[in-house]
């Protein structure tokens, strides 16, 4: 394997496989190196969803990009982690090359999207097919969609007979984990046709209240959203469905590799190099990666002296005690940030688009029984199926709220949940996930420092 092409140093990577198993040459050098090479600040990122290593190293090339120079008497040292996950092609990256033109619409997986697939779901290279077939003709008949969420199901291994195995939950009732995915194992066609309004309705920037007056049934009203807001086809919500699977899929690979993978080894470091200070950053779902390694860390270890969450892609109550819709239930992480010997600090925007409308209509779907034709437009379904990315950490007493700038300015927590609204910076990138990807920037980085106390 060679070497990462990336502009800091010392710089490792660390590749870890969907159980959390550790690359063993990359894990014993950087143990072996990091005291020797005199580092006392490790910072450890990890990329959200990339469809391959070549994207994660640009990511963290660009993004480790200013640390030298912000902090040029620090004893730094960076790693990149690689994990297996996948973002599809038609999801712009600011300042970044795309894998596919701007101008490439519909339905049809391109063939980066197609590549991703296979490479972080081996040996269903005939599943696949199959479902870019499908999306490529496009059937007329809803038994063809509903053929359709079958082998998405099958694709990311759901079992109808088993809910809830497939997927990890971000909050917890006393019965267990809130994590039957209604969206995948309820009506495929309906599914589908509420993914298409919320896509359509985000990208032409219509009115909610005028997008949800117009709607009239689940049988008229695709046709005459279509005339309001020139809606795609119902097979575009076919799409964003297996996206939204994919996405659900790494989710859990997230949690698995940062408990299992990431937080053990981080444990390791404490032994070999008890002065070493460790910095988690983590972007989409690898800030769910980061925050999972706090739970998998070996008691009594304190070397972690902050967590960054950048557009972070899960709960914005997995780190509450009790959650304010259901006094039984708490998040999955409740308590966690304990872990951390400094703040544990959480970047959003409300441009996030990916966060603030999809992701709470896919999270309610996926764990709510109720018709999906009762939605209303994402962002009115209230704080219940909200993001961190999209409004920050929620129902943790103490958690301290800032805008950028005064971030910048001011000193930050020594501790605790601290909310930094990004949105100054977070702003750019076209639909449909909005400025999701949009993290690299000097501002974070100085967050990132400024959050570890490293001068």
């Known amino acids: 394997m060679t070497e990462p092409e990336v502009g800091v140093a010392p710089y490792w990577e660390l590749t870890f496989d969907a159980d959390g198993d550790v690359n063993a040459r990359q894990r014993d050098r950087l143990l072996k190196e990091a005291s020797e090479r005199g580092v006392k600040d490790l910072i450890v990122f990890a990329h959200g969803w990339n469809s391959d290593r070549s994207g994660a190293t640009r990511l963290y090339s660009r993004f480790f990009e200013p640390f030298p120079g912000l902090a040029p008497n620090a004893r730094l040292g960076f790693v990149g982690v690689v994990w297996p996950s996948m973002r599809f092609s038609d999801e712009p990256v600011p300042d970044f090359e795309r894998a596919v033109t701007a101008a490439t619409v519909g339905p049809a997986l391109d063939k980066g999207t197609r590549g991703g697939l296979l490479e972080v779901f081996p040996g ?102 279509q005339a309001s807001f020139g809606l795609p086809r119902v097979w575009d919500g076919a799409h964003e469905l297996l996206r939204q699977a994919t996405y659900f899929a790494m989710k859990r690979r997230a949690g698995t590799v940062g408990e299992r993978g990431l937080g053990p080894l981080v444990g390791r470091l404490a032994q070999v190099a008890p002065g070493l200070r460790v910095h988690l950053v983590g972007h989409s779902f690898g800030g769910r990666l980061v925050s999972f390694a706090l739970r998998g860390l070996p008691k009594g270890v304190r070397n972690v002296k902050s967590v960054t969450l950048l557009q972070a892609a899960f709960s914005h109550y997995a780190f509450a005690a009790r959650l304010p819709h259901d006094a039984r239930g708490k998040g999955v992480l409740h308590g966690q940030q304990d872990r951390v010997d400094g703040p544990l600090v959480c970047c959003f925007s409300r441009f996030d688009s990916a966060l603030g409308t999809i992701y709470p209509m896919a999270s309610r779907m996926a764990g709510d029984s109720d018709s999906a034709a009762d939605l209303r437009l994402p962002r009115l379904l209230g704080s219940k199926w909200g993001a961190l990315g999209f409004d920050g950490v929620q129902a943790v007493a103490g958690t301290k709220g800032f805008e950028l700038a005064d971030a910048l300015r001011a000193k930050l927590p020594v501790s605790g949940c601290v909310n930094i609204d990004a949105s100054a910076v977070v702003k750019r990138g076209g639909a449909p996930s909005g400025a999701h990807s949009d993290i690299c920037h000097r501002e974070l980085a100085q967050v990132v420092l400024a959050a570890g106390r490293i001068r």
């Open 124 to 225: 269903r290279a005939t599943l696949v097919d199959q479902i870019a077939r499908m999306l490529d003709q496009q059937p007329d008949e809803e038994a063809a969609l509903e053929e359709f969420g079958r082998l998405v199901r099958l694709l990311v291994e759901l079992h109808p007979e088993a809910p809830g195995t497939a997927f990890a939950a971000d909050t917890v009732a006393e019965a267990g984990p809130q994590c039957d995915p209604e969206m995948f194992l309820g009506d495929t066609t309906e599914m589908c046709r509420e993914f298409a309004r919320a896509l359509a309705e985000e990208r032409a920037g219509a009115d909610g209240e005028l997008a949800v007056g117009v709607r009239t049934g689940a049988g008229a009203g695709t046709e005459g959203v």
